[in-house]
């Protein structure tokens, strides 16, 4: 391979990477400064291109920031939801590979970043508020009713609401989303937040069983 045929692969490569390169930036910026106050302009620096190749790319900032949704959390449940599914085994086993799942996801990657952007931008976009509803919390709260909805028919839960059955177990998945993204709080609080979703997890299978 000559010298311009190896600069126009490592150019096409380069090229097909951006786009994850720019979603990664958002992330970053969206996580640290707010969607409002984070500019494309600040995303193209952050990802090391100019705002004319950003645009190749994305029309706005509402679309970056609904990529950086579908790669970060809609990528992540779409699998889950495949292999529940597919499961044959038991309802509890299912509900332990979810809430392991989900915890590490919004505890130990900069996806975790995203509930606590939701809520604080909530009142001034909320299309961008609409969208996580529908393509994440609404899909998370309808994979866990699932589950649980096995476990009754199965005999391995009591009857109970499934909906508020269900929220009973998300929300402190969702409360330690927010407290390992905020500064200090993992620390002064000692959260070990792998260690609290088991604790969780058995509290909560002990007040489901019949």
Do not use: C
């Not at 059955?165 to 620390?187: H, T």
């Amino acid at each position: 391979m000559n010298t311009v045929q190896k600069h126009k692969a490592k150019w096409s490569r380069r090229k097909d990477a951006r786009p994850q390169e720019i979603i990664d930036a958002a992330l970053k910026l969206f996580a640290v400064k707010g969607f409002a106050a984070t500019r494309l302009d600040d995303v193209a620096k952050e990802a090391g291109i100019s705002k004319g190749t950003l645009y190749l790319y994305f029309s706005d900032k509402e679309a970056l920031f609904k990529q950086v949704v579908q790669g970060g959390m809609i990528d992540n449940i779409a699998p889950l939801e495949q292999a529940i599914k597919a499961h044959t085994g038991s309802a509890e086993d299912l509900l332990r590979m979810f809430v392991t799942h989900m915890t590490a996801l919004v505890t130990t990657t900069p996806v975790g970043a995203i509930p606590k952007l939701i809520i604080s931008e909530a009142g001034n976009f909320p299309n961008v508020t609409a969208f996580y509803r529908d393509e994440v919390v609404f899909r998370i709260h309808k994979t866990m009713v699932s589950i649980i909805k096995k476990g009754v028919a199965d005999g391995e839960f009591r009857q109970v609401p499934l909906m508020e059955a269900a929220r009973s177990l998300l929300a402190p998945i969702f409360m330690l989303a927010l407290a390992v993204n905020m500064p200090g709080f993992k620390e002064k609080l000692e959260m070990n937040p792998a260690k609290q979703a088991e604790v969780t997890l058995d509290i909560w299978l002990k007040g489901m069983r019949p």
